[in-house]
């Protein structure tokens, strides 16, 4: 077991002030700095991960676009998506860049599971599917054996603007929700708790502790 994690739940934010307080939490980090997941949910928005091409934004429209420093291609964040963004010292957990993205997914397959849905992962595309469809996304940022950016999980939210792209840089990928799969109503505060465990327990910390204080103190 590993050591103790801060989560930092933040509810909607804006998604560059959080990108920016990511970095700095990063760059600023002792060796015994403490481990933080924050969950959270952005308005909507485009991210470009750094390799990003331009062919890949279709119809943007009035979303805004933001060139990141991930892993990956385009994807949309918009409200009722779970966002998790992982600020792990990867390097101390003694975990490989392909371990850790095994880790992400494996707490996104248990999450689904307790809502009766079968989920996979696939060797050849981060992330996490339902069948030929895609729940959930993964980009992360390794710097200096310390990662950041993380997962974004669909539960009940708007699909269409999605369609306004190729989403993780594949033309036509399909998208869906969990909203879409399970008959009784979800509750994001409840998947947001059940995301929460499934990480806590996949990335082996022996104990968690819930952090106060917004992006801007940090």
Not at 3 to 28: C, H, I, K, N
Not at 105 to 116: N, P, R
Request: proline fraction near 5%.
């Amino acid at each position: 077991m590993m050591s103790a994690l801060g989560v930092r739940e933040l509810g909607v934010q804006d998604y560059e002030p959080t990108w920016r307080a990511m970095q700095r939490f990063t760059d600023t980090r002792e060796p015994s700095t403490a481990d933080q997941i924050w969950l959270l949910e952005h308005p909507s928005v485009f991210t470009q991960g750094q390799a990003g091409k331009a062919e890949h934004l279709l119809v943007p429209g009035a979303i805004p676009v933001v060139k990141v420093d991930r892993g990956g291609q385009v994807t949309y964040h918009g409200p009722g998506q779970l966002v998790a963004y992982l600020l792990l010292d990867v390097r101390r957990l003694g975990f490989g860049v392909r371990e850790l993205v095994n880790r992400i997914e494996a707490s996104l397959i248990g999450l689904l599971a307790e809502y009766g849905v079968d989920a996979q992962a696939r060797a050849d595309a981060p992330g996490v599917y339902v069948g030929e469809a895609k729940i959930a996304s993964l980009g992360l940022r390794i710097r200096n054996g310390r990662s950041f950016h993380g997962l974004a999980l669909n539960v009940d939210m708007d699909l269409q603007p999605f369609q306004r792209i190729n989403p993780c840089g594949y033309a036509g990928l399909a998208m869906t929700q969990l909203a879409d799969l399970v008959a009784a109503p979800i509750e994001f505060a409840e998947v947001r708790a059940r995301m929460r465990a499934q990480l806590v327990r996949h990335l082996d910390y022996a104990e968690q502790t819930t952090l106060t204080g917004g992006i801007e103190s940090l």
